[in-house]
């Protein structure tokens, strides 16, 4: 096989501690993981993962330009955000089941112990998870930017605060009507 980064240059088969079977290229220290092989690897160890918190990262720069060809199907590789505070995204090939991890993203994932949780970072839902952290934050951020970060952080832990409450569509609905009866600028009835 081939390295989808040099061209020309072969894949060297190599092994992680953890037996976990490998193809490193030489000459960008990138690695392609055989679909196949990381499913032996994941069905030998005593436990695995099957979730991983959606945990955003700084937010990965996706280039359409930047396609990765499969060096088993030779076809053009999804890119998945990892996540977990990491600004990068792996791609897998949905037909061979591999993945193509840079060389510093390999070695990342390796020391955070999340070469077992690339099947999960490759779903829909983890993704979808990534979304929606992502959305909440650019909202967090917004709040903060109209209203200030004092009002806006006890907006948060009040609506936490209700959200987690046993009554908490009951305080909701009261403070909504606390808030519209503001806003009308009525300050009957309660």
């Known amino acids: 096989m081939y390295s989808p980064r040099s061209p020309g240059k072969t894949l060297q088969r190599e092994r992680t501690a953890d037996g976990l079977a490998i193809f490193r290229c030489p000459a960008t220290g990138g690695v ?6 990381y499913w032996v690897w994941l069905g030998g160890r005593k436990t695995v993962r099957a979730t991983l918190e959606a945990a955003p990262g700084s937010e990965a720069q996706v280039g359409e ?22 600004g990068f995204v792996i791609d897998h090939d949905s037909v061979s089941g591999g993945f193509w991890l840079d060389g510093e993203e390999f070695e990342a994932l390796n020391e955070r112990r999340l070469l ?52 908490g569509p009951e305080a909701l ?18």
Not at 65 to 86: E, H, T
Not at 173 to 190: H, I, K, M
């Open 32 to 37: 392609w993981i055989d679909g196949q092989a």
């Open 173 to 190: 609905a009261y403070l909504r009507a606390r808030l519209e009866a503001a806003a009308d600028g009525s300050t009957s009835g309660f």
């Open 65 to 86: 330009d930047d396609a990765v060809l499969s060096p088993r199907s030779r076809r053009i590789m999804r890119k998945y955000r990892v996540g977990q505070s990491l």
């Open 116 to 167: 077992d949780a690339l099947h999960v970072i490759c779903s829909d839902r983890y993704q979808a998870g990534l979304r929606d952290a992502a959305a909440l934050r650019a909202r967090e951020n917004d709040a903060e930017r109209v209203l200030g970060a004092e009002l806006a952080h006890a907006v948060r832990d009040l609506a936490l605060r209700a959200a987690g409450a046993r009554r």
